[in-house]
Structures are given as structure tokens and as C-alpha cells.
């Protein structure tokens, strides 16, 4: 961070600030918009956009910019970025395409439509900054192939709750001490919720009911959990994870006697998990070990036990106010803070939230229908579980019971989407090794492109 603050002062002196573009326009945004344009120097937001244009303009007036233009072709947007006068567009593809830009915010949350810019984007060779666990937890790793052949870098944003635990799992690697548990800290957990119960919650937080829905039904925690599985080549201990559920108010401190330590000291690559209740709270937690015995003695004069599992926390997620930390981090040096590592451990699958019926079109993420369960991808891949980053719009052969997994079997896949594509690329290219199936400089994206 005090290395980021210097590079960008220097690049705010020299009149080079990094330009960036943001797809979306919610409540994340506003808040991304706001700090970039108010506290962050050596960065310019150049443009905004979102499927509702009036949306993006008001994103950018309550960041204090009044100065717009709505553009709807590439040249528009580059003549403006030029002048430098912000663009607002209800076409996210102008961004990726656009000469000027350095970097891509992409803070939808949608699936389907952020692969289509974040792939656009690569092409285009732009680095991409994601606040969409979603998209990463469903196709993050063929996306990290496709950013390597481009040489730009892709990478989950700070300040949500797998940047910032990726940040500390840095930070304790650096001390010597092998990190063994990455938690989340979750002040509920209801997989029946749903916008209907959360109406009140997001009508108080100007929040979007559906997305409040997702943290609380667990959905939000399993993609965010898996992300950082794929990031580290962790696994989860089970379907769903542990979620151990403590009295209020009880330390984080205490997290080591919550997980059966034979699992994390096995040797093995380590799981991610999460606990209900504990404080600090939103907040993330890292169990770790060392066997050092002189180590082991500072640890415990330094308080932090005498082991074998050491917990280090960090009490708060700051979103928004990170987000721009992560494009410094990738236009300047190169540096992601959370990206997969390979093949995919964990994956996100589909649970029935209620009694589904043959012929319903199951809705989205944080709705109605389904809610997402974190699960080892070999036994996914094995079961043939329909991912939950695929779910929507798919229609049911059958009915399905509550709480039941879904599979492929139990779908029919809308027709020429690019989410399917990019899994059976994903599969194909890490099932056998061999080279994606499109090369990056043919690529036309086209959604209906077969294998």
C-alpha cells in the first residue's frame, strides 16, 4: 500500500494518471465511483457503463461529475477519453473495445453478460478488475488462461472478502507459517432466504433485495469461499463447508478449537470454511501452523497461543475503498491480488431453495429457486452437478425436491450462451492438458461458437 500511494502520487505529478471503466452501476459502483473520483490521485473513472444509462449518470453526479457525454460507438468514447470528459453508454462492449482505457471495474454480478465484457476486454488487452465472485467461482480459471495469452492480468478485487483474506494469507506465508484454514466471518446463515425476506434489509442499506438475498442463503459465501479455494488449491471439508455457528459476541481468537484439528494438520492443502457468529465481524480469519519450536515460543510471547494453530484476523472488508489498490496493483506492477492458480478445487453447485416442478425456468442467483453449496470439483465433476453460475434460465425436465443437488441430467441449457462454452472450454483444457480449444488472437467471442 505505502509503495501504491508513492506510484500513483508520481503518476498524478507527470499527468499519467491510470485510466480505468467500470460495467455496472449498483451499489458497489457507487461506491467505486465515488472514491475514485474523490480520493484516489493518479487514476481517472473515464467512463461508466450499465444497461439503465441514466443509472451511470447518476453514479458519476453523486461522485461530483457533471461533465458527461453518452456515447454509442468506440470513436465516441475515444474522443472523449482524449479530452478527457467522462462517457456513460448503455453498451459495456464500447469499454472493452475503447483505445485509452488501461483497465476494466466489472461490479455486476452477473454471470452470462460479465463474461462477455471481461473477455472483450482481454482481447482488447486491457486488465480486468472483478467485484464478481460469481463469474470467477464459474469460470475464473479458463478466463486467467485466456488474461496470460493476452499478458494482462486478471484479478478479484481488494477489499472484499477474498481479497482481503488473500492479502493475509500473504502476509502469514511471509512470517514462515503455513496457512492451513481460510475463513469468513458471517453474521447470518438462512439458505431459504430470499428477496422477499430481505426486502427490508436492502431498502435500508440501498442494497438490490436479490443480492442481499445471496449473502444471506449462503450462495455469496460459497462463491466467495471458492474463489479463494482456486486462488490457494484449497478444498472444503465437506458440501457446504463446516459453518460452525458460535454464541454471539465470541472472539475469532477462539476459531482453532471450531475445527477438527486432524483435518488441518494433515498435511494436506488445507480447506475453506467459515463461522456464524464470531466477532470481529464481516471479517476474515486464517488458521495456520509452523513447526519450528523457537517460532512456536515467540508466537506465544507475542499472544497468539501456543499452537499448533495460530489465528490471524483482519476485522473488517472495506470493498469500494480497496477496489482502486487493485488496479494500481495490476496496471503498475503486474500483481493480482486474487486469481486462480490452475484447474478449479472448489465449484459452486445448484440446491433447490423450495419444491421445484418440471418445466419452471429456475431465476437467479440470491432468488427464488435455488441457492449454491460449495463442493470439491473432482466429486462435481464426477456427479455431473449443475454449477450455479449456469443455473439461470435453464429449464427442469422433472421435479426436484428441496434441499436436492441438481445435476445437467436434471436441465436443459439455454441455447448458444458463452457461459457454457467457457466451462466445456474450462474442462477440456485442464481435464486433458491440452491447449483451449480457441486461440486468443482468432477469438470473436461469439456466443454461439461450437467446440
Not at 473495445?97 to 488487452?125: F, K, M, N, P, S
Not at 450462495?219 to 460452525?244: C, D, H, T, W, Y
Not at 465470541?250 to 494438520?265: G, K, S, V
Not at 434460465?393 to 441449457?413: E, F, N
Request: charged share 20%; aromatic share 6%; net charge negative.
Amino acid at each position: 500500500m505505502l509503495i501504491i500511494d508513492k506510484a500513483l502520487a508520481e503518476r498524478q505529478r507527470t499527468g499519467k494518471p491510470i485510466r480505468v471503466a467500470m460495467v455496472g452501476a449498483g451499489f458497489m459502483a457507487r461506491g467505486v465511483a465515488r472514491q475514485i473520483c474523490c480520493y484516489v490521485q493518479g487514476m481517472e473513472l473515464v467512463a461508466i457503463a450499465n444497461r439503465t444509462v441514466d443509472k451511470a449518470r447518476q453514479v458519476y453526479a453523486e461522485a461530483g461529475v457533471a461533465d458527461l457525454q453518452e456515447v454509442t460507438t468506440v470513436g465516441q468514447l475515444e474522443e472523449c477519453i482524449e479530452r478527457g470528459q467522462c462517457a456513460i453508454t448503455d453498451d459495456a462492449l464500447l469499454l472493452s473495445r475503447a483505445a485509452g482505457i488501461d483497465a476494466i471495474i466489472e461490479v455486476t454480478g452477473a454471470v452470462e453478460h460479465g463474461a462477455q465484457v471481461v473477455l472483450e476486454a482481454i482481447q482488447h488487452r486491457k486488465h480486468i478488475i472483478l467485484l464478481n465472485a460469481e463469474l470467477d467461482g464459474t469460470v475464473g480459471p479458463i478466463l486467467k488462461v485466456y488474461a496470460d495469452r493476452a499478458g494482462v492480468i486478471y484479478t478479484v478485487a481488494d477489499g472484499d472478502q477474498p481479497g482481503v483474506t488473500l492479502n493475509l494469507v500473504r502476509f502469514v506465508k511471509g512470517l514462515g507459517i503455513k496457512p492451513v484454514l481460510c475463513g469468513n466471518i458471517k453474521g447470518l446463515h438462512d439458505p431459504y432466504r430470499n428477496p422477499t425476506t430481505q426486502e427490508g434489509f436492502a431498502r435500508q442499506w440501498g442494497q438490490n433485495p436479490s443480492m442481499v438475498t445471496s449473502f444471506a442463503d449462503g450462495s455469496k459465501i460459497s462463491f466467495e469461499q471458492a474463489v479463494i479455494a482456486n486462488a490457494l488449491g484449497m478444498r472444503v471439508a465437506r458440501r457446504g463447508m463446516l459453518g460452525p455457528t458460535v454464541e454471539p459476541r465470541t472472539p475469532i481468537t477462539q476459531a482453532a478449537n471450531w475445527y477438527p484439528q486432524e483435518l488441518l494438520l494433515d498435511g494436506g492443502p488445507g480447506i475453506v470454511d467459515y463461522v456464524v457468529g464470531a466477532e470481529p465481524g464481516p471479517g476474515v480469519f486464517v488458521l495456520g501452523t509452523i513447526d519450528d519450536p523457537v517460532q512456536q515460543h515467540y508466537l506465544n510471547l507475542y499472544k497468539l497461543g501456543t499452537g499448533p494453530l495460530y489465528c490471524f484476523y483482519t476485522p473488517y472488508h472495506l470493498c469500494h475503498f480497496e477496489t482502486p489498490t487493485t488496479v494500481a496493483r495490476a496496471v503498475l506492477f503486474q500483481d493480482a491480488a486474487l486469481a486462480p492458480q490452475g484447474a478449479a478445487t472448489v465449484e459452486v453447485i445448484t440446491a433447490a431453495k423450495v419444491q421445484l416442478h418440471a418445466g419452471q425456468v429456475l431465476d437467479g442467483i440470491g432468488h427464488y429457486h435455488t441457492y449454491g453449496l460449495a463442493e470439491n470439483a473432482d466429486i462435481a465433476h464426477q456427479e455431473n452437478l449443475l454449477p450455479l453460475g449456469v443455473a439461470e434460465g435453464c429449464v427442469l425436465r422433472h421435479d426436484v425436491a428441496k434441499d436436492q443437488a441438481l445435476t445437467y441430467d436434471d436441465v436443459i441449457l439455454p441455447e448458444g450462451r458463452l457461459i457454457d462454452r467457457l466451462r466445456r472450454e474450462q474442462a477440456a483444457y485442464f481435464g486433458s492438458g491440452a491447449e483451449a480449444a480457441v486461440d486468443i488472437e482468432h477469438l470473436t467471442f461469439d456466443p454461439a461458437t461450437k467446440l
